[in-house]
C-alpha cells in the first residue's frame, strides 16, 4: 500500500478491488494516510514531519510508534519493544501523544486491543509486552540511563533547552538493528531544527494545514487560515515553513510584520515599477514589478506582480495589467541592462501610458539602504502579505541574496519607493486620472 501511494497508483489498485474489501480498507492507515504521512524509504536515522498546525502530525507520529510496537510489517522487520515518547513537559506527551484525539490511545482499531496507560509509571504497554516510556524535555537527566529502539519526539521547536534534550536521547537510541526517532513539529528557527535540516542522515516530509482541510473545522479553516495566510506567522504555523532573517539583512520580518495593513487609504500617487531582465529565456532574471502607493509622508506596497523567465511581450503586458488595475500613475522603468528595449516594448503594447526612466549610478545595496530607512522609520507599509518580496528583503545583505540570484523584486521596490518618497525630482508628476 505504501508502495502504491508513493508510485500514484493506489487509486488504479483500489478500483479493481471487491467493494466489500474497499469499504474495510476504509479505517485503514495505509490507504487513507497521505504520502507525506508514512515513512519514508531509505537508510535515514531521523525523520523530521515538518508541517503547519493541524496537518495531522500527531497521528503520523502515534501510526508510526504503534506499528513498531505491534511489529506492522508494513513499518518494520522487528518489533520495536522499547520506545521513547518525548514532548516539551510531561502533561504534552499525555495530553497530545497519548490521550489527545489523535494520540496513540485513540487510534480507530477495529480488531485490535489498544494499549495499557500505565499514568503513574508512565508507560504504555502493548499486548505482546512492548512499552513506550513518556519523557519530559524539561527533565533531560531522566534520558540518561534507558535505552531504546526508537523514540518520537513532538514539537521540538517549543523545547526549552531543545539540543540537551535530544542529544541525551540519542546516546539511549541503541537497541535492535535500526534505531530510529521521528520528530514531528511546526518549525522555528532554532539551532536544533537547522541541525536536524542539515544533516544528511534526516529525512524530511512536509505538510500544511490546508492539506488536512477534510478534517479541520471550516471555522478554523475560515477565520484562521483565511487570515494569517501568507504572513510570516501563517507560513511558519499552517504552511511549516522554516522563517529566517539573515543578520545583515537590510530588513526585518518582524518590522515588516508591525507595519502590516490590511488595505491602504486613498491614495494621491500609485506607480508600478519594473526591472526587465537583460535577456529573455529560460535562464533569465525574473522581471520584478512593484505598486506602491503614497499618502502624505507614508507609501504603501500594494502588489508585487513579478514573473519569472517571462518574455518581453508577457512582463509588459502583466505590468500593464497592474498600472491599469490600479489606475497608477506612471511606470517607473530601470534602464540600465535592457531597459531602452522594455521602454519600446511597452509603448508599442500601450503608447498612451507614460514611462519614467530611471538609471542606476550605484550599487544596489547603496540603492536600497535609504528605502531600508524609510521602514525602520515606519513610513512604509504593505498592504497584506507579500511573501516573495519578503523572502527577498530578508534576505538581501551587502553582498546580495544568500542564494546569489538577482533580486528583482527588491530591486522593483526600491524603483518605486525612491521614485514617491526620496526623488522628488525624478518622481513622475501626473494627476491621478
Not at 519514508?40 to 531521523?46: A, I, K, Q
Not at 495499557?116 to 540511563?145: C, K, M
Not at 490590511?262 to 520584478?288: E, F, K, M, Q
Not at 540600465?336 to 549610478?361: F, I, K, W, Y
Request: overall charge neutral.
Amino acid at each position: 500500500m505504501i508502495a502504491l501511494t508513493r508510485a500514484g497508483r493506489l487509486a488504479e489498485f483500489l478500483a479493481d478491488l471487491p467493494p466489500g474489501l474497499v469499504r474495510g480498507l476504509d479505517g485503514d492507515w495505509l490507504h487513507k494516510a497521505r504520502a507525506d504521512q508514512l515513512p519514508p524509504e531509505g537508510d535515514w536515522t531521523t525523520w523530521a514531519v515538518i508541517g503547519g498546525r493541524g496537518c495531522g502530525k500527531t497521528r503520523a507520529g502515534a501510526e508510526w510508534v504503534d506499528a513498531l510496537a505491534r511489529g506492522d510489517s508494513a513499518f518494520t522487520a522487528e518489533a520495536v519493544g522499547r520506545i521513547a515518547l518525548v514532548g516539551e513537559t510531561f502533561h504534552d506527551v499525555r495530553d497530545v501523544m497519548i490521550e489527545g484525539e489523535s494520540g496513540l490511545l485513540n487510534l480507530p482499531r477495529p480488531h485490535r486491543k489498544r494499549p495499557t496507560w500505565l499514568p503513574s509509571r508512565r508507560r504504555l504497554v502493548w499486548e505482546n509486552g512492548a512499552v513506550a516510556q513518556a519523557f519530559s524535555a524539561e527533565e533531560a537527566d531522566s534520558l540518561r540511563g534507558p535505552q531504546f529502539g526508537a523514540a518520537w519526539c513532538d514539537e521540538i521547536a517549543k523545547w526549552r533547552d531543545a539540543e540537551t534534550a535530544f542529544d541525551m536521547l540519542q546516546f539511549g537510541l541503541r537497541l535492535g538493528t535500526r534505531p530510529r526517532s521521528l520528530v514531528t513539529t511546526t518549525p522555528r528557527p532554532i539551532p536544533l531544527i537547522r541541525r536536524l535540516l542539515s544533516d544528511a542522515r534526516t529525512v524530511v516530509t512536509r505538510a500544511r494545514t490546508n492539506d488536512n482541510a477534510a478534517n479541520l473545522a471550516p471555522d478554523f479553516l475560515s477565520a484562521v487560515v483565511g487570515r494569517y495566510a501568507g504572513t510570516r506567522l501563517g507560513r511558519q504555523e499552517l504552511d511549516g515553513e522554516l522563517i529566517t532573517d539573515r543578520s545583515d539583512a537590510l530588513w526585518a520580518r518582524d518590522a515588516i510584520e508591525a507595519a502590516r495593513v490590511a488595505s491602504a487609504p486613498d491614495l494621491s500617487r500609485i506607480v508600478v515599477a519594473v526591472d526587465p531582465p537583460a535577456s529573455s529565456g529560460a535562464r533569465s532574471d525574473s522581471c520584478g514589478i512593484v505598486a506602491v502607493g503614497r499618502q502624505g509622508e507614508r507609501a504603501y506596497v500594494l502588489a508585487d506582480g513579478s514573473l519569472a523567465r517571462a518574455t518581453p511581450q508577457a512582463w509588459a503586458a502583466s505590468a500593464l495589467a497592474l498600472y491599469h488595475r490600479l489606475q497608477a500613475d506612471a511606470l517607473v522603468v530601470e534602464v540600465n541592462q535592457g531597459g531602452e528595449m522594455a521602454t519600446a516594448v511597452l509603448a508599442q503594447c500601450d503608447p498612451g501610458v507614460p514611462v519614467v526612466s530611471v538609471r542606476a549610478h550605484r550599487g544596489k545595496y547603496l540603492r536600497a539602504e535609504p528605502v531600508s530607512l524609510l521602514y525602520a522609520r515606519g513610513l512604509v507599509h504593505h498592504v497584506g502579505p507579500l511573501p516573495a518580496l519578503e523572502d527577498e528583503m530578508c534576505d538581501f545583505g551587502q553582498d546580495g541574496l544568500s542564494s546569489g540570484a538577482s533580486p528583482d523584486r527588491l530591486d522593483a521596490l526600491v524603483w518605486a519607493l525612491t521614485a514617491l518618497m526620496l526623488d522628488e525630482q525624478a518622481a513622475p508628476r501626473i494627476r491621478r486620472l
